[in-house]
């Protein structure tokens, strides 16, 4: 069997998500061919791409446009020419399609072309409906132009036999839209084998950084800029003397925020470094049903994490007082506070539960027994 994978863009999460599950499949020969079937926003995006190493798995671009209906036809055009420049019979592929906009229109194109299949899974990422709604920095006419395409998408969807989502509180979501739940599959936010704790690059790190051993480090990463992440409120943590590691993007002066932003390949070496990890999101649809990546990386590297209870996915799986830390107001995280949190917390018994939860192969397994349900169907 073979698989086409269609996705939109290189996101923070690209890295993770898309390429270390698509080099796991063809390092450990899931199927004959991988093809990932990538819409680019601009040539830049386009070059992006061409420069990681991406192995056996086959590219085939398209160009991909703003999320406006007038932009439909467009899309749909270059999506078509991307799949006939293919030239497969297609009777022996998985098409695997990440978000449900891209599905809305790859079912579209693929109707028109006559290729008969019900070996399509949509791999839904988030709450788009209300992120749009919440988060974004538009006006109003704007929105209800967003919104048509992801409201006429969640219609299509309600035809498929399979769906993926990232967490059961999305799961839970979808089936109040009237999505059958039982065509409704969980699969976490996924880790590579990359992050496990490794005690040497703590050590090199915090020699660097200059923390002291009693010193604790807390730390707050972000691949992305979104509304929702909250980069700012570490200012808070920081003024109450507590040493944070503000590992993204968006750089935040203050003598206690140690600011550095590194490839994904590094990453680990941070969290390991840290002795803490911090979510804190606002209470919105978007929070509550999300997968955030970098809570997986946290667990699989043994963090325990102090957040607001606003994301159920991390409520849910951490145990109060031992690998998780749940505080309804900035206001009542002090040093001590976090101190005593820590002597409960173990980074071995920890990683070893986040790698329960989220480790690739476990990811990898449950999409197989997805692929095989179609193929038994």
């Known amino acids: 069997m073979n698989l086409v994978y269609i996705c939109s863009g290189i996101s923070s999460v690209f890295d993770s998500q898309v390429l270390a599950l698509l080099r796991n499949y063809v390092e450990n020969d899931i199927f004959d061919e991988v093809i990932l079937l990538f819409g680019y926003r601009n040539n830049i995006e386009k070059k992006r791409l061409s420069q990681k190493q991406l192995g056996k798995i086959k590219v085939v671009y398209f160009k991909t446009f703003p999320n406006y209906p007038f932009y439909n036809l467009l899309l749909r055009k270059k999506l078509y020419n991307a799949i006939r420049s293919l030239n497969h019979d297609f009777t022996n592929y998985f098409f695997h399609i990440r978000g449900e906009i891209m599905s809305y229109f790859f079912k579209q194109v693929i109707h028109k072309m006559n290729i008969q299949t019900n070996q399509l899974l949509t791999d839904i990422r988030g709450a788009g409906i209300q ?29 498929d036999s399979k769906i993926s989502v990232v967490s059961d509180s999305l799961k839970r979501l979808l089936s109040s839209l ?149 505080i309804e107001s900035i206001s009542d995280i002090e040093v001590q506070t976090i101190k005593r949190f820590l002597l409960n917390s173990d980074r071995q018994k920890i990683s070893a539960k986040g790698l329960g939860f989220f480790e690739i192969n476990k990811i990898v397994l449950s999409y197989k027994q997805i692929y095989a349900e179609f193929r038994n169907s």
């Open 131 to 159: 992120e749009i709604e919440e988060f974004a920095n538009l006006g109003v006419a704007k929105k209800r132009l967003k919104l048509r395409n992801y409201r006429r998408s969640f219609t299509a969807l309600k035809l």
């Open 178 to 326: 009237k999505m059958p739940s039982q065509n409704i599959a969980v699969n976490h936010c996924l880790v590579n084998e990359l992050f496990r704790y490794d005690s040497e690059s703590r050590e090199d790190i915090r020699k660097n950084f200059r923390i002291n051993k009693d010193e604790i480090l807390l730390i707050f990463s972000s691949g992305g800029t979104a509304n929702w992440q909250n980069n700012e409120i570490i200012i808070s943590l920081a003024n109450k003397g507590i040493k944070v590691l503000n590992l993204s993007q968006k750089e935040i002066q203050h003598k206690n925020i140690i600011n550095k932003f590194v490839s994904y390949q590094d990453v680990y070496k941070y969290l390991s470094a840290a002795d803490c990890a911090f979510i804190w999101r606002d209470k919105s649809i978007v929070n509550e049903v999300a997968s955030p990546v970098k809570f997986s990386e946290y667990m699989a590297c043994g963090l325990p994490v102090v957040h607001n209870g606003t994301v159920d996915l991390i409520t849910n799986i951490t145990e109060e007082g031992v690998d998780g830390m749940l």
